[in-house]
């Protein structure tokens, strides 16, 4: 059913005490205060598509709790791991100004939080406001380790549109009726593509498109006449989802986090990663209907997918009718764009534009101190001696930027920047273009190998960074979600075929672009970000497909001190986690 922030069963109770505190002690909401969680992570049964499983949780929750703050709040989080599994928390899209030891991803930022050990993640939020969302950063957990992550204005701070009478997460996510982390391994150890997921879900729910899920399903009760804000979020491990609502037009006011021009759409398209806020105008009087809300996969690859539809229900309160006469009102269903309706993806894609007014300015760097230039794609690597492998011609399947498959270290790479010992755990040397060019959307190269490695980039702080991403056609293009741990980025510009550096850059949009945390690298295309590395740290960019992820397309920046305080990463805290 509908929820507002305040409703949920699942609603931290210290939250209700923050919310009572920013009333009496009305200095506080100005300087923002400090918000406490705990997160015990833990093993719980939960029944999906008649199939029961122990699953690793947060408190217990499918999906997890769900985080509230204002603009300005400092936010401390205690995960105490209570299963066998090594687990990690990121907080996808907060900026960590200076905390970087708060980010999450395994081995990158932090060591793991092992069995029985703890872990306080302690950051401020600062200049964001909007929906994000949490999840686990190792291996396959987040899965079903996931949650929303609500950011409200400053206390006095409208929203730039009008007030919603109820606001709603809605969150998009895979389930296995095996254990994800099995599906990971044997594709990890066999080098073939993993088995695909068995549903997708709104809010943990399949609903009642799928076999014995009719009573799983996410119902969102509404009112005549009234205005919904919908927080969108696709946690999905491996698909980008259409999503749309029978007879009802949706109004894009965000994303990720940050407003852009308002339009209105019958469908949108969501990547994992991302976050889409809508505003939900409800019919005028009682319509008589019920209404489907249903999500499926936008797909671009040669690979397997789950080619199922989620839906959940959007039902109209009346005191006229009874649960009886409900279940028997006519049932609408939405039209969802062609899988692979890759011209409606580019459309939806091109309508995004950052709200550019003087109280939320397009800060877009306008010069630019250095030029990348990554590809980004699929690739093989050799199939291990005396092994059989299910990849392309007998070999493993890999994924590459600029054809260095990133090596995941044992040692957390923020610790080895922070503390200069990084001798043997990564090199600075990643590459800035490809190595060995070619024609990047046509006829493939001979050679599919990639290499492997952990390689950095190093860059002065407060550099103005300009990164084309180009999708290859080894092993097919793709389209692919790309995710930059520590900085907003605004992107500036995205076509089809190769990137052109003489003629594209004439086109970028330097006036209005979106700006978001992940973006998808269009298939057979190519995407332009520009970011300012204002926030010193070891940061992760990495394919928010999460198989692609595990076969290795991801890298890291490096954004060195500034000479100010404030410039400066802040030391490691006492209970950081040791690997």
């Keep these: 059913m509908g929820v507002s922030l305040l409703s949920s069963p699942a609603f931290p109770r210290i939250f209700i005490f923050s919310f009572i505190t920013l009333y009496l002690i009305p200095e506080l909401a100005l300087a923002g205060i400090t918000r406490h969680y705990k997160f015990d992570i833990k093993l719980q049964n939960v029944t999906r598509l008649c199939h029961t499983k122990s699953i690793v949780t947060v ?25 066998q599994n090594n687990i990690s928390i990121h907080w996808h899209g907060i900026r960590q100004i200076q905390t970087g030891w708060a980010d999450g991803p395994a081995y990158v930022t932090q060591c793991p939080i092992q069995t029985s050990q703890s872990y306080v993640y302690n950051f401020t939020i600062v200049g964001q406001r909007g929906t994000l969302f949490w999840h686990a950063h190792i291996s396959w957990l987040r899965a079903t380790i996931y949650g929303p992550l609500i950011i409200l204005p400053k206390r006095g701070v409208p929203y730039p549109f009008s007030k919603p009478y ?11 009726n095996v254990d994800p982390e099995s599906v990971i391994s ?39 006449g009234k205005t919904y804000l919908l927080r969108l979020i696709n946690a999905a491990l491996n698909d980008e989802l259409f999503f749309s609502i ?3 037009i949706l109004t894009v006011v965000e ?36 209404f489907l809300m249903t999500a499926r996969p936008y797909v671009t690859g040669l690979g397997t997918f789950d080619n199922s539809t989620v839906a959940g229900i959007l039902e109209y309160e009346s005191p006229l009718h009874s649960a009886a006469s409900i279940r028997n009102l006519p049932l609408f269903k939405p039209s969802l764009p062609p899988l692979n309706d890759t011209s409606f993806a580019t459309n939806f894609t091109n309508k995004l534009r950052s709200l550019a007014s003087a109280q939320f300015p397009a800060n877009v760097p306008q010069k630019v101190d250095r030029h990348f230039f990554f590809t980004i794609g699929l690739g093989t690597r050799p199939c291990q001696q005396n092994q059989t492998c299910q990849g392309p011609n007998g070999t493993m399947f890999a994924a590459s930027i600029n054809n260095v498959s990133f090596v995941q270290s044992t040692t957390a790479l923020l610790q080895a920047h922070f503390f200069g010992q990084s001798n ?11 190595i060995f060019p070619f024609n990047y959307t046509n006829n493939p190269p001979n050679n599919t190998m990639v290499s492997n490695g952990t390689k950095l980039v190093v860059l002065p702080f407060n550099t103005s960074v300009e990164l084309v991403m180009q999708d290859t056609s080894i092993l097919g293009a ?35 672009p979106i700006e978001r945390n992940t973006v998808g690298v269009p298939s057979g295309g190519w995407v332009a970000i520009r970011f300012q590395a204002d926030n010193p740290g070891v ?12 076969w290795g397309l991801k890298m890291a920046w490096v954004v060195l001190d500034g000479k100010l305080p404030n410039q400066k990463l802040l030391p490691p805290p006492a209970d950081l986690p040791k690997c």
């Excluded at 499918?62 to 299963?83: Q, S, T, Y």
């Excluded at 709603?168 to 996510?173: H, Q, S």
């Design 186 to 224: 044997q594709a990890l150890q066999t080098g073939g593509g993993p088995n695909v997921s068995d549903a997708y879900t709104i809010n943990g729910f399949p609903g009642p498109l799928y076999n014995c899920s009719a009573k799983d399903t996410f119902k969102l009760k509404v009112k005549p």
């Design 539 to 550: 940061w992760f960019m990495h394919c928010h497909l999460e198989i692609h992820t595990s």
């Design 59 to 83: 408190n217990g929750q499918f999906p997890g709790p769900r985080i509230v703050a204002r603009e300005g709040d400092h936010l401390l989080i205690k995960v105490v791991n209570h299963v």
């Design 255 to 290: 994303a990720d986090a940050v407003y852009v021009k308002p339009f209105e759409t019958n469908t949108l398209l969501i990547t994992p990663g991302q976050t889409t806020n809508v505003v939900l105008k409800t019919k005028p009087h009682y319509p008589n209907a019920t």
């Design 478 to 512: 793709e389209s692919h979600p790309l995710h930059l741990h520590g900085f907003n980025f605004f992107v500036v510009g995205q076509g089809f075929g190769n990137f052109d550096p003489n003629k594209d850059p004439s086109k970028f949009n330097l006036v209005d």
């Design 246 to 248: 029978a007879n009802h």
């Design 424 to 434: 043997g755990v990564y090199a600075p040397d990643f590459p800035i273009t490809p």
């Design 166 to 176: 109820e606001e709603v997460p809605i969150i998009f996510g895979e389930w296995w």
